[in-house]
C-alpha cells in the first residue's frame, strides 16, 4: 500500500444560520460536514458520491479550505492544512486544483483561453517568461487532446467535453499533485461522459496525478476509482475498494444506491433486490438523532435512533461500515420491515410528517 497523500480526521464544516436584521444572531447551524475520516493514496482516485445536498462539494472545498472547516485535521504530504498562514497557503494551493461541473460557465465571455490558462499562473507569479508559458499552455492543451489554435477562442465557440478539457487544463497548467475534481462529467452527455472519464485515467497514468472525484451517481465513479466513499448527510457511511463494493454492499443506504442503477440483464434485472428510498433527505440542519439514515432505513432498530453508529472496519476485507446491525443486515437475522417516510423538524412540537411506505422488496429471494 502507498502512502497516503491526504489525510482528513474528523472533520466538520458547520455552516451558522444567522437571523435577526440588526444583531447578527445565530440561530442554527448547517451541518454540513459532520464529521468524515479519510485518507486518499498517492497516486490513487477516491470518488465520493451520495445524494445532491448530503456535503460532498463542502468536503472538497474544505479540503481546499475555501472553506474554513469549523474543526478536525487536515494533512497534505505530511503538512498540517488547517494551520498554513498567508504566503505559505497560497503555494501550498497550487498543488491542489479543482476542475468544476462547467468550468467555464462562471467565467467571463470575453475572456479568451489563452488569458484563462494564464490566469492561474499569474496568480502563483509564473507568467514572466513568455517562451516559458507559451511552452507550457501548448504542452497543456496537448495533453488534454486540445490544438494550440484554441487558445485564441472564447468559452462560447466549444462543445461541452471540450469546454471540460479546458477546465483540466486550467488546473494542469500548475502542475497539481491533487485534483479535486467536483461532478466533472454530471453535465455532459453520456458518450461525453466515457471520453472525459477516460481522458482523467490517462493524465493520471501519465502524470502520477492523485484525485478525488466527487459525483452524485455511482456509475462515474465506478470504473475510476480505487476506492469509493458513500457519503450521507454529511458524514461516510461506508467505504471500500471499488470492486468490493459493488459486490458487497454493507449499508442499507449503499444497497439503496445500488438497487437504483439498472443492469441491462433482464433476467438479473427482474430478481434482483430493490430498495426504494422513502422520503427526501433530512435537512443537515436538523439531522436526526442516532444514526442519521434511519428515518429511511428499512431496517431500522429503537438502538438507531439512540446511537450514532462509527464508520468501523467490518472484517479484514478493510471495506468499513457506519451500521449497528451490518453483520444482522448481511446474514439475513434481521429482515427488512416498512419504513414510512418520516420528516425530521427542527421544532420537536410539530407531529411527524408521514409519507407513503415505499420500500419495494424481494422476500422470497436470499438476502444478498
Ligand atoms: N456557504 C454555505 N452556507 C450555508 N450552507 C451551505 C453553504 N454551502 C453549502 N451549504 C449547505 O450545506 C449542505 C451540503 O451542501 P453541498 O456540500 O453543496 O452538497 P453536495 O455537494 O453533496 O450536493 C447543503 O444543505 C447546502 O445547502
Ligand atoms: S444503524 Fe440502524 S438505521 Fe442506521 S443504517 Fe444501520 S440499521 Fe439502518
Ligand atoms: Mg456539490
Redesign the pocket.
Known amino acids: 500500500m502507498s502512502e497516503a497523500l491526504v489525510e482528513i480526521e474528523d472533520l466538520k464544516v458547520h455552516?451558522p444560520i444567522k437571523s435577526g436584521l440588526l444583531f447578527d444572531r445565530t440561530v442554527g447551524h448547517?451541518y454540513?460536514v459532520d464529521g468524515v475520516s479519510l485518507r486518499i493514496r498517492r497516486g490513487e482516485t477516491y470518488g465520493l458520491v451520495?445524494e445532491?445536498?448530503?456535503?460532498?462539494?463542502?468536503l472538497g472545498r474544505g479540503l481546499l479550505r475555501l472553506?474554513e472547516p469549523t474543526s478536525g485535521r487536515i494533512t497534505f504530504d505530511g503538512t498540517d492544512v488547517r494551520s498554513l498562514k498567508g504566503e505559505q497557503m497560497r503555494r501550498f494551493r497550487r498543488r491542489i486544483q479543482m476542475v468544476f461541473q462547467d468550468p467555464l460557465a462562471s467565467l467571463d465571455p470575453r475572456q479568451s483561453v489563452e488569458s484563462l490558462l494564464v490566469e492561474g499562473l499569474k496568480a502563483h507569479g509564473l507568467h514572466r517568461d513568455k517562451a516559458a508559458v507559451r511552452d507550457r499552455l501548448r504542452s497543456t492543451l496537448d495533453s488534454v487532446g486540445l490544438p494550440a489554435s484554441v487558445l485564441n477562442k472564447y468559452p462560447h465557440e466549444f462543445s461541452g467535453g471540450q469546454r471540460q478539457r479546458i477546465g483540466i487544463a486550467r488546473a494542469l497548467v500548475l502542475g497539481p499533485e491533487l485534483i479535486v475534481a467536483d461532478e466533472p462529467v454530471s453535465a455532459l452527455d453520456v458518450s461525453i461522459q466515457a471520453q472525459v472519464v477516460n481522458l482523467l485515467g490517462d493524465l493520471q497514468d501519465s502524470l502520477g496525478l492523485t484525485y478525488l472525484v466527487i459525483a452524485h451517481d455511482l456509475a462515474v465513479v465506478r470504473h475510476i476509482s480505487d476506492t469509493i466513499g458513500v457519503m450521507y448527510l454529511g458524514s461516510l457511511v461506508e467505504e471500500a475498494d471499488g470492486d468490493q463494493l459493488y459486490e458487497r454492499p454493507l449499508h442499507p443506504y449503499t444497497r439503496a444506491l445500488l438497487s437504483a442503477v439498472p443492469i441491462p440483464d433482464p433476467y438479473v434485472e427482474d430478481r434482483r433486490e430493490r430498495i426504494l428510498l422513502a422520503g427526501d433527505l433530512p435537512s443537515?440542519a436538523a439531522p436526526p438523532s442516532g444514526c442519521r439514515f434511519r428515518t429511511r432505513c428499512p431496517w431500522s432498530q429503537d438502538r438507531c435512533a439512540r446511537e450514532r453508529p462509527e464508520l468501523r472496519v467490518f472484517d479484514d476485507s478493510g471495506q468499513r461500515v457506519a451500521c449497528h446491525f451490518a453483520e444482522e443486515i448481511r446474514s439475513g437475522a434481521l429482515r427488512m420491515h416498512e419504513v414510512r417516510a418520516e420528516l425530521v423538524r427542527p421544532d420537536a412540537d410539530s407531529p411527524p410528517d408521514v409519507g407513503a411506505g415505499l420500500i419495494q422488496t424481494r422476500p422470497d429471494l436470499p438476502a444478498p
Open positions: 455552516f448547517v454540513a451520495g445532491s445536498g448530503c456535503g460532498k462539494s463542502t472553506v443537515p
